[in-house]
């Protein structure tokens, strides 16, 4: 884990140009170490958030010397998007719009969620009065797991990073899949309700499954 003395305080540039340019070195070099344990080292896997400083400062800085180092390995993103409704910090929209623009080309692929979109499903679907930050984690670790489900299992789907952007991306500036996640059940109701196959796939085509908010019948976001 790297630590620093200061944050970025929600300013992409302290996080791209200043804080973020001193830390770099000592991330990459980190990174080396890791990636000379592995034995077939597949691609990143980078999470970070769009409205914070250094979630959109240093990420972009950080991929565009990935890219520079590790120039074929795929990058995969989880990104947590601002909500429409709910913010910790008035820039967020700029934060975002320069980190969407700098990773455009360093990123194969962004898996977009946002907080609000997850909370009202946990107050919706699992029944959660107030849901905390660790519930929304649990969402999020499933997530990823399902995603990654195919590179620690045993199959013919999905072997690898790249076949993930062959099968998710059409071009490769957009990159942005939406997730939605089915089922999501409180575990009282688990016991007794039973999903079949054509319920799971419709239920992942409503916008109430969606880890973003928006409206895909709209065409665009």
Request: charge should be negative; charged fraction near 20%.
């Amino acid at each position: 884990l790297i630590t620093g003395k200061e944050d970025a305080a929600n300013n992409y540039a302290r996080g791209h140009y200043t804080t973020g340019k001193e830390k770099v070195d000592d991330v990459l070099d980190r990174i080396g170490k890791l990636t000379e344990q592995c034995e077939g080292l597949q691609g990143f896997l980078i999470f970070h958030a769009f409205g914070g400083g250094t979630g959109s400062g240093f990420t972009s800085l950080l991929m565009e010397r990935l890219s520079v180092d590790y120039g074929k390995k795929s990058k995969l993103q989880f990104v947590i998007y601002p909500s429409p409704t709910i913010a910790t910090a008035v820039v967020e929209p700029y934060n975002s719009v320069l980190t969407a623009h700098t990773t455009l080309e360093h990123s194969d692929c962004a898996f977009m969620m946002d907080n609000e979109a997850i909370f009202q499903l946990c107050k919706k679907k699992l029944d959660l009065g107030r849901p905390s930050y660790s519930n929304l984690n649990h969402i999020i670790a499933q997530v990823v797991s399902s995603v990654t489900a195919s590179l620690r299992f045993q199959g013919s789907l999905n072997v690898d990073l790249n076949e993930f952007q062959t099968n998710l991306v059409p071009y490769p500036r957009i990159h942005f899949p939406v997730i939605t996640y089915a089922p999501i059940i409180s575990s009282d109701k688990a016991y007794h309700e039973t999903l079949s196959v054509s319920e799971i796939t419709n239920a992942c085509f409503e916008t109430t499954s969606q880890l973003v908010k928006c409206d895909p019948r709209h065409g665009k976001y």
